[in-house]
């Protein structure tokens, strides 16, 4: 079946690298997804990575593939208290349609 | 601002009624997705439109149904409400609605309240 898994918290000093972690279960996923969810606010597309691919950075963010194990990472460097939101890992399934995780929420401390 | 609007922000009403939620896409988007995110059940998407005609369907109660307008924008109407259906509703819109190839892009959602 579909199925998307995350650890429900995270918490780091500013300045520190955070990892948020992903595993899902559909093999098909053609593309893999994050979100960002600040409070009371919509899902803000943070990045994706095609199925294909390892490795995806875009500035502070790097998406990490591991096809195999079916599993997704988000490291973001030098970690922000305005980072400090929901991550949400999204895989997109053979319908169109997004199948979400339960979201990481992240705590940045000072 | 990811160019999808949603209305009313938010909602709050009675068990029993009927409400109507309304979303607008990203300009040049033909589909448009509905989700619903709620404590106990996390995101679920409910339903997917393309270009005015239904594409994929959802966890959506029978009590809802939705659809897409020539404009291209959606309406979301929930009836015999419950209390249960309290959440924060999403749209999302995507250019083609094409499996796996497409981003979506989410409004900032509408969050519904049930007394």
């Known amino acids: 079946g579909e199925d998307v898994e995350q650890s429900l918290f995270l918490s780091v000093r500013e300045g520190d690298s955070s990892v948020i972690n992903c595993t899902y279960t559909d093999s098909s996923s053609t593309y893999l997804y994050w979100y960002k969810q600040e409070p009371g606010a919509g899902l803000q597309l943070l990045t994706y990575i095609f199925s294909n691919m390892d490795m995806k950075q875009d500035q502070r963010l790097t998406v990490l593939l591991n096809k195999k194990d079916k599993h997704l990472s988000l490291r973001i460097a030098d970690t922000q208290t305005g980072d400090s939101a929901i991550y949400f890992c999204a895989e997109s399934s053979n319908t169109g349609k997004l199948i979400f995780g339960q979201g990481t929420t992240l705590q940045v401390k000072p | 601002d990811s160019g999808v609007t949603q209305t009313p922000k938010h909602l709050i009403t009675a068990t029993g009624q009927r409400v109507t939620l309304r979303c607008s896409p990203r300009s040049g988007d033909l589909s448009v997705y509905w989700y619903q995110q709620s404590l106990d059940q996390g995101l679920q998407f409910l339903i997917q439109?393309?270009?005015?005609?239904?594409?994929a369907k959802g966890n959506i109660l029978e009590r809802f149904s939705a659809q897409q307008f020539p404009d291209l924008h959606s309406e979301l109407n929930l009836s015999s409400l419950e209390l249960g259906d309290s959440a924060l509703y999403f749209c999302a819109s995507s250019v083609a609605g094409r499996v796996g190839t497409d981003t979506q892009y989410f409004g900032p959602g509408t969050r519904l309240t049930v007394l």
């Open positions: 439109y393309y270009n005015g005609e239904e594409r």
